[in-house]
């Protein structure tokens, strides 16, 4: 049964650096088939690509993130991070995990989400 379980801290004081694990179970984050996907939702706003990755490639960013961002995996424990440096309150938001599934590289729509994890930026 696919899971994607996300991990955060809760809570972050600006200038940290925030990072959030997602665990997956039920299938592997080397499958060549989909792309692993972070997106954030801060309150009252709406959802915001942060950046993928896949088996095989190098991670994508949204360039207006990209500076703060680092997405990696670890394929042994079947895990993939999020790392946001530079935090700032408008940072604060639910992180999701998202499997997204892609044909010949190109991605064609989420078809699994997280429950995702509420991050707080705050001194």
């Known amino acids: 049964q696919l899971q994607l379980q996300e991990s955060g801290p809760g809570l972050v004081k600006p200038s940290e650096t925030l990072i959030v694990t997602c665990r997956v179970s039920g299938?592997?984050?080397?499958?060549?088939?989909?792309?692993w996907t972070?997106?954030?939702?801060p309150p009252g706003k709406g959802l915001q690509w942060m950046g993928a990755i896949r088996f095989?490639?190098?991670?994508?960013?949204s360039p207006s993130l990209k500076s703060r961002?680092?997405?990696s995996r670890d394929t042994a424990k079947n895990e993939l991070t999020l790392?946001?440096?530079s935090v700032t309150p408008e940072d604060t938001a639910v992180y999701y995990c998202v499997r997204t599934r892609e044909i010949n590289y190109a991605p064609i729509g989420y078809d699994f989400w997280?429950?995702?994890?509420?991050?707080?930026?705050s001194s």
């Open 27 to 35: 299938d592997s984050i080397t499958t060549p088939s989909y792309w």
């Open 69 to 71: 961002t680092s997405i």
């Open 38 to 41: 972070w997106i954030r939702q």
């Open 83 to 85: 790392q946001l440096s």
């Open 114 to 121: 997280g429950q995702g994890t509420q991050v707080t930026v």
């Open 56 to 61: 095989g490639g190098s991670p994508f960013y």
